[in-house]
């Protein structure tokens, strides 16, 4: 058993059960034993691994898509380019190689990163020497200026609660202690008539830090101009159980060895939608792979496999795939862009 198993079975003896989303946060956030407090979580020799790991390609498209929707906005002379929950610092360090070639990009970019573990930070501040970064923890604290942003799979390791429809209407789902291990139990009541009817055993999930981040990322580029990109596993409507641990690319149980494994769960992108629709323009769900097809990823694909043998090569073109095939990550993932209403749409995006 972990410690930290042990600091939360403690803490639900002294003060009852815990919500699923409680539990998440410690496990992913404890600062003395949290996942992405410990952890080296990203890569191979990791637990998971990311799209900007997997290939350059990815943040290459991602950077002349930002630096394209700028240009259409005017070329703002001052703006902020922000990452949520930069993991390595790949993603960023991509964007920026790929738009220094975008005169005035570089110079009117500040460049923020908002990360919760300060482990991840060092990472990111190594990846990204030599240029001028800034660290937030939140995105309340991002400036009045126009927001160009990027979140690939942030959203989805932000802390969830469970609904289930039983004979007694929506319980939420908690976790409490049962033989002396953490266990699933259902809250004896629940004030939630949220869902309306569903066939008994139906599990819906709700994210409210999701919501309440992309509410304030839209009302920023709905005043100030920008594009907020959001990357991420999950789909238009949810329903059903989609919380999971991963841990060494293997689904794990997520009640046990606390703070070893990854937590996640898929993102509600209509539930991000309705958050920033008051403030913002929201783009149609499109698919990641057909996104980066429409960003030009093949054609880049072609000109670096011209210079690839072996190996390299073999890797170069299994990379490709993964990120866009839709038996990989192509389909599953998917995206959404926020502008200010009345902009244009930013490029690959549908309308
Ligand atoms: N975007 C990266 C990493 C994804 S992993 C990539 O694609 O490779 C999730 C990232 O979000 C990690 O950097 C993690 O530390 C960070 N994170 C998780 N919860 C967070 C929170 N509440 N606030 C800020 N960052 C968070």
Redesign the pocket.
């Known amino acids: 058993m972990t410690k930290l198993t042990d600091i939360i079975r403690t803490q639900i003896g002294r003060s009852g059960p815990i919500t699923v989303a409680e539990f998440m946060t410690q496990c992913?956030?404890h600062p003395d034993h949290g996942y992405?407090t410990t952890h080296q979580?990203?890569g191979s020799a990791g637990d998971?691994v990311?799209?900007?790991?997997i290939s350059q390609m990815f943040g290459e498209m991602l950077g002349l898509c930002l630096a394209q929707t700028w240009m259409d906005q005017g070329a703002p002379k001052r703006f902020t380019l922000a990452?949520?929950?930069?993991?390595?610092g790949?993603?960023m360090a991509d964007i920026l190689r790929t738009t220094k070639a975008v005169a005035g990009f570089h110079d009117a970019a500040e460049i923020i990163m908002?990360?919760?573990?300060p482990q991840?930070r060092d990472v990111q501040m190594q990846t990204l020497d030599g240029y001028d970064v800034k660290w937030f923890?939140?995105v309340t604290e991002l400036p009045e200026l126009p927001l160009f942003l990027?979140?690939?799979?942030?959203f989805?390791?932000?802390p969830i609660k469970q609904f289930i429809r039983t004979e007694h209407g929506w319980q939420e789902q908690m976790i409490g202690v049962k033989d002396n291990a953490l266990g699933f139990i259902l809250a004896t009541s629940s004030p939630v008539a949220l869902f309306g009817e569903a066939p008994l055993g139906t599990v819906m999930e709700l994210c409210p830090?999701a919501a309440a981040i992309m509410a304030d990322v839209a009302r920023i580029v709905g005043a100030n101009g920008g594009a907020a990109l959001v990357?991420d596993y999950g789909d238009w409507q949810l329903a059903g159980d989609t919380f999971q641990a991963v841990r060494g690319h293997q689904k794990v149980d997520p009640l046990v060895e606390c703070g070893a494994s990854?937590l996640t769960a898929h993102v509600n992108f209509h539930a991000l939608a309705i958050a920033a629709e008051p403030f913002a323009q929201v783009s149609g769900l499109t698919p990641q792979g057909v996104l980066l097809e429409r960003l030009g990823i093949t054609a880049r694909a072609q000109a670096l496999a011209a210079k690839l043998q072996g190996d390299a090569l073999e890797n170069h073109i299994t990379a490709h795939r993964r990120l866009t095939h839709p038996d990989e990550m192509g389909q599953l993932f998917k995206t959404l862009a926020i502008t200010p209403k009345g902009a244009a749409q930013p490029p690959g995006f549908d309308i």
């Open positions: 992913l956030l992405y979580p990203l998971f990311t799209s900007p790991e990452e949520l929950g930069p993991g390595r790949t993603l908002i990360e919760a573990s991840l923890d939140s990027v979140a690939n799979e942030f989805d390791c932000l830090g990357l990854d």
